[in-house]
């Protein structure tokens, strides 16, 4: 299985910092590596597939980069609705895992 | 477009469940689907695809052997059978479309509790 390592596990920040996440595959996942947004009591959202393509509807404030083993979520500018946790999923072979998460939290 | 997943409830261990999953708002027999949970406080984990077709499925090795993936198309349905539960399948259960080789739709999810 591909281990899938995310940094940091948890996060201070205030409304308007630039916030990055970093998911690190324990081999290459070529482009195949996407990031999901989970609020508490919800299912997880959809917010970059394949590395960098923002997903429909998703704001712009929300980009992805990497390729291969290292892949990072960039929050331009964080909003009061981004407190949330953050996954990283690969898809380039089964079984698709996750990274364990990185917990988005008001400084 | 929706998915809502239905079944989860408490059951002792060693015993069996299905879960549902109700698609609606796409072409349904398009698309591959999956199942993912997510333990407790915890993240999220693959359990199962299953093909468009149905004809192709594929299985965590925490399931494999005790969890079958089916799908009927023409009701625009996913059918997860639990059989031989242990206490730590207890979770939340998604199912969740594939679109791009990632998960675009979820459902809200159905809670299994495995207890005695």
């Known amino acids: 299985d591909i281990q899938m390592t995310q940094s940091p596990s948890s996060l201070s920040a205030s409304v308007g910092d630039k916030v990055t996440i970093t998911c690190r595959a324990g081999q290459s996942v070529s482009t195949y590596l996407n990031w999901y947004q989970q609020k508490p009591g919800k299912a997880p959202n959809l917010l970059i597939y394949t590395a960098s393509n923002l997903e429909s509807g998703v704001p712009s404030r929300f980009s992805g980069s990497g390729y291969g083993e290292g892949f990072t979520l960039t929050i331009s500018s964080l909003q009061p609705e981004d407190f949330a946790t953050y996954y990283c999923?690969?898809?380039?072979?089964?079984?698709?895992?996750f990274g364990q998460g990185t917990k988005v939290e008001i400084k | 477009v929706q998915l809502v997943a239905s079944g989860g409830v408490v059951v002792q261990p060693g015993g069996s469940l299905r879960l549902s999953c109700a698609a609606s708002g796409f072409s349904f027999e398009d698309y591959t689907m999956h199942w993912v949970r997510q333990r407790p406080g915890k993240g999220l984990e693959w359990v199962s695809l299953i093909s468009w077709s149905g004809d192709y499925t594929n299985y965590a090795d925490s399931v494999r052997g005790r969890f079958t993936f089916s799908r009927d198309n023409s009701k625009s349905s996913l059918y997860l059978q639990m059989n031989s539960l242990k206490t730590e399948d207890t979770a939340l259960y998604y199912c969740?479309?594939?679109?791009?080789?990632?998960?675009?739709?979820w459902g809200q999810g159905t809670m299994v509790t495995v207890s005695s």
């Open positions: 969740a479309k594939e679109q791009n080789d990632a998960f675009d739709i």
């Open positions: 999923q690969q898809s380039y072979t089964s079984p698709w895992t």
